[in-house]
């Protein structure tokens, strides 16, 4: 078996001005396709040939989980936008939101925290934890939260490679733009 890259669910220019087609042409086209392929070459001959992208993320290490967790990851992460996001969370999703954080502001508020606030590269996340509540985590690296029992939701991608091009150093006005195209439709539909 072997993975492919996924298509983009927009063009890539879809999502400017906030995160641009040159962006989208070296996270997507280049980063997302090179762990694409490493993930495939370096599965050949192993116990993970014929895995699922989620079986080798819970069991990998190593190169093979770096490179199969950043594919599941980017893919993760550029399903979620789109040009025309629908704002807010709605039905059970609010409901969990609000009980949780208070308010989609302060979960904003609190996840904007540990996306700025990780050191180096990595995710933050919204995920459902295994006894069905909600926390934000951060992952180093290529970290997944499947590998720990929760459901990822949501995630935002901090390494530099994300958005140096178009902010340079400022990761926080990145985050910023990042809920500008979210769209809250695909994770009241992941939750
Ligand atoms: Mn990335």
């Known amino acids: ?5 996924p298509a983009l669910p927009y063009a890539q220019d879809a999502l400017e001005p906030y995160i641009s087609r040159q ?3 070296f996270h997507y086209g280049k980063h997302h396709q090179a762990y694409v392929t490493n993930v495939n070459n370096l599965i050949v001959g192993t116990e993970f040939e014929d895995a699922t992208l989620e079986a080798i993320i819970k069991k990998a290490e190593g190169g093979i989980f770096n490179n199969a967790a950043q594919v599941f990851n980017h893919t993760f992460y550029f399903d979620q936008f789109s040009p025309k996001p629908k704002e807010v969370p709605e039905g059970r999703l609010k409901a969990a939101i609000d009980v949780t954080f ?7 508020e609190a ?3 540990a996306a700025t606030t990780l050191f ?25 939260p499947l590998r720990d029992g929760s459901t990822p939701l949501l995630t935002c991608d901090v390494w530099e490679h994300a958005y140096y091009l ?5 990761r926080a006005a990145y985050i910023a733009d990042f809920w500008k195209v979210l769209d809250w ?4 539909g992941r939750f």
Not at 185 to 188: F, L, M, P
């Open 23 to 25: 962006t989208l042409e």
């Open 111 to 113: 996840f904007n925290k």
């Open 1 to 5: 078996m072997s993975f492919k890259l």
């Open 120 to 144: 180096g590269s990595g995710w933050a996340w919204l995920v459902k934890t295994a006894d069905g509540k909600l926390a934000i985590v951060q992952t180093s690296n290529a970290g997944n």
């Open 102 to 108: 208070g308010s989609l502001d302060a979960f904003k």
């Open 185 to 188: 439709k695909i994770v009241d």
């Open 166 to 170: 178009d902010k340079q150093n400022l």
